[in-house]
């Protein structure tokens, strides 16, 4: 009888090892599976003694193998992007074009033709920041200049019906982004919100910084997308910058939009540095 009881205690105690065992290496592939979903790279260690923990081993080599080919994949792409966007910049001589828009404000300065003179002169400015001199990295400060530049030129094309509103910490001017960022997105809410609105149209652009991201935000009072429309579809132009940031920052990085239709449009930009730190040029 005493060794009956004894056993089993013995076989309930082993049985009991085995399923917590288990249980625990259950639970650690749950949660490599469950970081892999939310694109966090898993370093977890799994026990090989049985299939489970193979099986678990298998999986951090798999998705080792598969962030490093997406890795390079991001980083040839971008690369080739980024020969595009130099080898058109080099195909436009910047001195002949800030020369003859100079020339042009002087003519129309003398003609008494202001807003035209304006216009040529801020058309200018915004050439010269576009090109960069043929870098791909700008600040948040030289792409606020940028938008003011193309929000002046189009505000008088529009009888100043718009008004611009910035709202970016000092701290954040010199953060390093990719050479125009924020004008695409300026320039998607005069033509998709604010030309189609009968009273005054207002854009504001504001930043901060949470935990580990950069976090701007574009946001108009104009007609809204209709119902159903996805501006991150592909053939739209938010979808190239939303694009173009996961290839620069990473898949944390990018859009995120919401828009109200006769209210209006908030466009968020999501900058990821899994470092918490922030390159300044």
């Not at 216009?119 to 200049?145: A, C, P, W, Y």
């Not at 709202?167 to 953060?175: A, N, R």
Request: charged content about 20%.
């Amino acid at each position: 009888m005493l060794l009956g009881i004894v056993s089993l205690t013995v076989s309930l105690y082993a049985a009991y090892n085995i399923t917590r065992r288990i249980t625990k290496q259950i639970n650690l592939l749950t949660n490599a599976i469950d970081k892999l979903e939310n694109h966090e790279f898993s370093t977890i260690q799994f026990d090989t003694s049985d299939e489970i923990g193979r099986l678990g081993h298998r999986f951090q080599i798999v998705s080792a193998e598969n962030h490093r080919l997406t890795t390079s994949l991001y980083e040839t792409t971008l690369k080739h992007k980024e020969a595009e966007l130099k080898m058109l910049q080099s195909q436009i001589n910047p001195h002949f074009l800030y020369n003859t828009l100079n020339n042009l404000y002087w003519i129309t300065k003398k003609s008494h033709a202001d807003d035209a003179a304006k216009m040529v002169l801020n058309l200018s400015h915004f050439f010269e920041l576009s090109l960069n001199h043929g870098n791909s990295d700008t600040t948040i400060r030289q792409e606020l200049d940028l938008v003011r530049y193309y929000f002046e030129i189009q505000n008088v094309r529009f009888n100043n019906r718009f008004e611009l509103i910035t709202d970016v910490p000092d701290k954040l001017m010199d953060y390093e982004v990719f050479n125009i960022l924020l004008q695409p997105l300026v320039e998607n809410c005069i033509h998709h919100g604010l030309e189609g609105l009968e009273s005054k149209g207002i854009i504001k652009i504001s930043g901060n910084h949470i935990d580990n991201y950069l976090i701007i935000t574009v946001q108009d009072n104009g007609i809204g997308y209709p119902k159903g429309t996805n501006p991150l579809a592909k053939g739209y132009a938010l979808f190239n910058i939303n694009q173009r940031l996961k290839l620069t920052y990473g898949a944390n990085s990018g859009l995120e939009i919401h828009s109200y239709p006769k209210y209006g449009t908030i466009v968020t930009i999501n900058i990821y540095k899994p470092d918490k730190t922030y390159k300044t040029l």
